[in-house]
């Protein structure tokens, strides 16, 4: 795919309010997102749901995050105003966690789930435009470790505070609280100065003086995109392999752990959040100065060395000390997934769409990930299962190795300021 010039050109710096107020957009937002996931399973079967009806809603809502994804992309290109998008996301999310909490009827979460699920194809890629907007893509890399570091945070201040309100008042006051972070959410959104985000390159469209923007790439020239294909062929092999990691470790402890296991598995989603946290910024860094694909297959191998020391251990400490690699994993890919997407469709105006085509093929891989192994494990072994996601991992990195190239731009200068 021809690259055009670059959207770095334009003479545009941010303010430091807007980029303090971007900042909090993804503390607040991971916090309140984190009120979902385990939760919704914990508070409805409180509420005496059976195990079928919790698996249907979480299931569908599933899906309905699947197939936002390109749909918001497209939104999200075809938007002059991301922060809007943000904010009727987070608006969404809330409406979601007052109606879970207050009416957990079946018809009503139903609805609720489906709503939340769909602000996935939205909200996410958003951040990553006004990011781009903002700084430029020279300045993408760190500008996407300090996200994730604030999301990070978000995760882990949130997730502490909502175990402790489940503890002391009961699991509906998790999604008071967690639609009560709307409010700072958008407090802080209103710090970006609208007229700091460049539309044009919000969306990776060339430089242009002339009052029409120049015309967008194809759509379908995203396929003949081939480095595009690849690193999407690899963030689903990616998620295929980790996305039971976690379910399944938790099966096996809960069976040798008992009323513990809440515990260990409480530690072993934090400690890759602390580590996250303290990386990003690392990791955006070094993917300016090393480049995309030596962080890239660092954050793949980590996975693969993972799964195999998750096979040949379920000493619970351990298994919180091989966690640490999980951190590595996500701080590099969550750095470099919507990096690699704006070098990608650099000059394109299509930067949007492409990330939903890659977050469907990673949401498809996830999805299909736990039933897959959970089969494996059922007749094989944990072991075998744990032997079998090492192999789709180690996959991916002889993939990212032989057929994924470098996409940092070869010219590219870095901005002084984030």
């Known amino acids: 795919m021809a690259i055009t010039a670059s959207s770095d050109a334009i003479d545009s710096s941010p303010s430091s309010t807007s980029l303090s107020g971007l900042d909090g957009v993804n503390l607040f937002l991971a916090g309140m997102q984190s009120g979902f996931g385990p939760f919704v399973a914990v508070l409805l079967a409180d509420e005496k749901w059976t195990l079928q009806n919790i698996g249907f809603v979480l299931s569908v809502s599933g899906l309905a995050g699947l197939l936002s994804q390109l749909p918001g992309g497209e939104l999200l290109d075809a938007s002059r105003s991301k922060r809007f998008l943000v904010a009727l996301g987070g608006i969404m999310v809330a409406v979601s966690a007052l109606v879970i909490a207050l009416w957990p009827s079946l018809p009503v979460v139903f609805a609720a789930l489906v709503l939340q699920a769909m602000t996935g194809g939205f ?26 570091r604030f999301a990070s945070a978000g995760v882990i201040a949130t997730t502490g505070l909502m175990g402790a309100i ?31 985000i460049h539309f044009g390159r919000a969306c990776g469209q060339p430089d242009h003086d002339a009052p029409t923007p120049p015309p967008r790439a194809r759509r ?45 598995v409480s530690a072993l989603i934090i400690v890759p959040q602390i580590i996250v946290a303290l990386t990003a910024p690392w990791a955006g860094r070094q993917a300016q100065s090393w480049g995309r694909r030596p962080l890239l297959l660092m954050g793949f191998s980590a996975l693969t060395v993972r799964a195999l020391l998750f096979a040949v251990t379920t000493n619970p400490l351990l298994l919180i000390c091989i966690q640490l690699l999980d951190g590595i994993s996500g701080s590099a890919l969550g750095v470099l997934t919507a ?80």
Not at 123 to 148: D, F, K, M, T
Not at 172 to 177: E, N, S, T, V
Not at 358 to 363: D, I, K, R, S, Y
């Open 220 to 264: 379908l020239s995203l396929w003949k995109n081939h480095s595009l294909l690849t690193f999407a062929g690899c963030l689903f092999l990616f998620q295929f392999a980790n996305a039971s990691m976690l379910p399944l470790a938790g099966e096996q402890l809960a069976y040798r752990s008992g009323t513990d296991a809440s515990f260990i």
């Open 339 to 418: 990096l690699i997407v704006a070098d990608l469709t650099k000059g394109t105006g299509r930067f949007n769409l492409a990330q939903g085509f890659v977050g469907t093929l990673a949401g498809i891989g996830a999805s299909l990930s736990t039933t897959f192994f959970s089969l494996i494990v059922e007749y094989f072994g944990g072991a075998i299962g744990f032997v079998s996601i090492a192999a789709v991992a180690l996959s991916t990195v002889f993939i990212g190795w032989l057929w994924m190239p470098e996409t940092k731009p070869s010219t590219e200068t870095q901005h002084e300021r984030l």
């Open 123 to 148: 909200l996410g890629p958003a951040i990553a435009a006004i990011s781009l907007g903002l700084v430029g893509h020279s300045a993408l890399a760190e500008r996407l470790g300090r996200n994730q």
């Open 166 to 196: 489940g503890y002391f008042l009961s699991y509906q006051w998790i999604f008071l609280a967690s639609a009560a972070l709307t409010l700072p959410l958008l407090m802080a959104l209103a710090r970006i100065r609208s007229t700091d």
